[in-house]
Nanobody
Framework: QVQLVESGGGLVQAGGSLRLSCAASRSISSLNVMGWYRQASGKARELVAVIVRGGSTNTADSVKGRFNISSDNAKNTVYLQMSSLKPEDTAVYYC?????????WGTGTAVTVSS
């Protein structure tokens, strides 16, 4: 079992920055992949960024160049640094992890970007 707890969401003006954190209940080096999805009101959940064991990362085209995913193994935490935020980035952001085929989710943290 893996518990994931997100933090760092909030209200920010367009052009601003936020950093989301996802703290895992076990060593993240034991997880195959971690990352972030987001879901805007009335829309499907969208993959935002992933980081795989070993450190390779990938981000969605919609956030490429603005969002960056990173991890701190010592803190068992994954981060999503979001810059140049746009109103269309408004969503609930969910942390996820996969460990040997089992998927785990956090409860989400809301991000609202005002224009």
């Amino acid at each position: 079992q893996v518990q994931l707890v997100e933090s760092g969401g909030g209200l920010v003006q367009a052009g601003g920055s936020l950093r989301l954190s996802c703290a895992a209940s076990r060593s993240i080096s034991s997880l195959n992949v971690m990352g972030w999805y987001r879901q805007a009101s009335g829309k499907a959940r969208e993959l935002v960024a992933v980081i795989v064991r070993g450190g390779s990362t990938n981000t969605a085209d919609s956030v490429k160049g603005r969002f960056n995913i990173s991890s701190d193994n010592a803190k068992n935490t994954v981060y999503l640094q979001m810059s140049s935020l746009k109103p269309e980035d408004t969503a609930v952001y969910y942390c996820f992890a996969n460990r040997y085929g089992a998927a785990y989710w956090g409860t989400g943290t809301a991000v609202t970007v005002s224009s």
